[in-house]
């Protein structure tokens, strides 16, 4: 493309959207009345998910990166 990101620029914010949610989620949802026993499953289900699926998608866009 003629404006597209650069490699290293599209993978890395490809990681940073695909990591799993920080513990900072059960903070907030114990400081604003939230429910704080689900919050912390949450956190924990998506950190367990994220080992396998982080990978695939750091691959995924490792891939579309060397095509542009």
Known sequence: F???PAP???VSSVIQAAAPS???TVLFAT?????DKL???M?????LLSVATLPL???A????????
């Open 2 to 4: 003629f404006c597209g």
């Open 22 to 24: 920080a513990a900072n």
């Open 43 to 47: 956190v924990a289900v998506s950190s």
């Open 57 to 59: 998608v750091v691959s």
């Open 8 to 10: 290293a620029l599209l």
């Open 31 to 35: 400081r604003f009345g939230g429910d």
């Open 39 to 41: 919050a912390s499953k």
């Open 61 to 68: 866009a490792q891939a579309v990166s060397e095509a542009l």
